[in-house]
Structures are given as structure tokens and as C-alpha cells.
């Protein structure tokens, strides 16, 4: 299985939105709507900030939402801060009843 | 308060042996998937197996089947991933995950640095 494409980064300026796409199959993301999301800042663990495509765990800001469109899940940050600058990780559900990473978004804010 | 907590660093030679560990506590051990999920230097995370310790069910990416064996003993709610011959290729930090579902990670351990060099 390989790994869902995300862009390698994107920026944005303090209180803009940006949105993070992650594309895969339908074998993958157009097949189930299991699609997460994940924060990681350098050195630390990922956190889970998105889980089945838009739903957010208690405790996360309404800033962060997520969708899906066929084969291409996205996350959508608004209001951007200076906080969200990190590395971000789509992952998805797969056929094979596994699951697997996005190659990863380097967020930059400016 | 879920915490999970994963062994300490490793320093290894290409091909020696090795377990690691990620002890949950503060949640139902047998009722959450817990995942293995590899990240190499400056590298993007991958998700290498998991497994539901209520019944041993455990699933692995095809990348990692037959590489590693992911284990679990409910009598002390620790989780395990090991190697029965280690390479150099696989240096890298590794997290444990915990997961309601088996379709994503709620929780996640400290990580555990494995580096192998001779």
C-alpha cells in the first residue's frame, strides 16, 4: 500500500485558513470514511486532531475541520496561529483492514 | 488519566535481537486497539500493525509482515514490538498508539528511540 500524497507544505499568514489535501484511492480514502488527521510539533508525538473524515476530539479548537471528496480528504485550518505551525498527517482506513499514512504537511506560519 | 508509557531508548547492532514496550494504564487495556507507528529520522510517520488485545486479533502493513511481531499481555496491559534481527535500516523512533476504533489513534506514547550501529 502506498502512501497518501499530501503537499510537502503550505503557509499562511496569522487569521488566514489554509487547507491540507490528502489523496488516495478508493481503496483508501474513497472507500471508507475513516479518514484522520494528526498534529505533530518537532519532538513530540502526534496528536490526533480530526477523526472519521470531520469529527473533532473533545478538546481540539473548532479552527481545524475536515472533509472528504471522492478519493481526497482535506483539512481546513482557520484563523491560523502561530501554534498550529507543525507537521501535519492524514491517515486512512484500507482495504486490506489496515491503515495508512499521508506522506506529511509542513506547515509554515508567516 | 490514559497514559501510555514506552520503554527506554535502545542502542542495538545489526543483527541482535529486541522487545520494546508500551504499558497502558487508565483505560480498559482489552477494549482499545493499540498500534505500532514507525518514524524514521526526519522522516513521515507509518503505521506498522496493531492488535485488540480483548481477542489477539493483529494486523499488520504489508511493509512490516514478517519484519516485526507486535504482542500483548493483558495480565500487565503491555503491548510489545519486536525484532528477531535488527538492521541499520531500522533506526528510528517508534510510537505506541491507542485507538477505540481501529481506524484512528486517540492516545499516543512518548516513543521509543531504537538505534542500530555496529
Known amino acids: 500500500q502506498s502512501a497518501l500524497t499530501q503537499p510537502a507544505s503550505v503557509s499562511g499568514s496569522p487569521g488566514q485558513s489554509i487547507t491540507i489535501s490528502c489523496t488516495g484511492t478508493s481503496s483508501d480514502v474513497g472507500g471508507y470514511n475513516y479518514v484522520s488527521w494528526y498534529q505533530q510539533h518537532p519532538g513530540k508525538a502526534p496528536k490526533l486532531m480530526i477523526y472519521d473524515v470531520s469529527n473533532r476530539p473533545s478538546g481540539v479548537s473548532n479552527r481545524f475541520s475536515g472533509s472528504k471528496s471522492g478519493n481526497t480528504a482535506s483539512l481546513t485550518i482557520s484563523g491560523l496561529q502561530a501554534e498550529d505551525e507543525a507537521d501535519y498527517y492524514c491517515s486512512s482506513y484500507t482495504s486490506s483492514s489496515t491503515l495508512v499514512f499521508g506522506t506529511g504537511t509542513k506547515v509554515t506560519v508567516l | 488519566e490514559v497514559q501510555l508509557v514506552q520503554s527506554g531508548a535502545e542502542v542495538k547492532k545489526p543483527g541482535e535481537s529486541l522487545k520494546i514496550s508500551c504499558k497502558g494504564s487508565g483505560y480498559s487495556f482489552t477494549s482499545y486497539w493499540i498500534g505500532w507507528v514507525r518514524q524514521m529520522p526526519g522522516k513521515g510517520l507509518e503505521w506498522m500493525g496493531i492488535?485488540?488485545?480483548?481477542?489477539?486479533?493483529?494486523r499488520y502493513s504489508p511493509s512490516f509482515q514478517g519484519q516485526v511481531t507486535i504482542s500483548a499481555d493483558k495480565s500487565i496491559s503491555t503491548a510489545y514490538l519486536q525484532w528477531s534481527s535488527l538492521k541499520a535500516s531500522d533506526t528510528a523512533m517508534y510510537y505506541c498508539a491507542i485507538g477505540s476504533s481501529s481506524d484512528y489513534f486517540d492516545y499516543w506514547g512518548q516513543g521509543t528511540l531504537v538505534t542500530v550501529s555496529s
Open positions: 492488535i485488540y488485545p480483548g481477542d489477539s486479533d493483529t
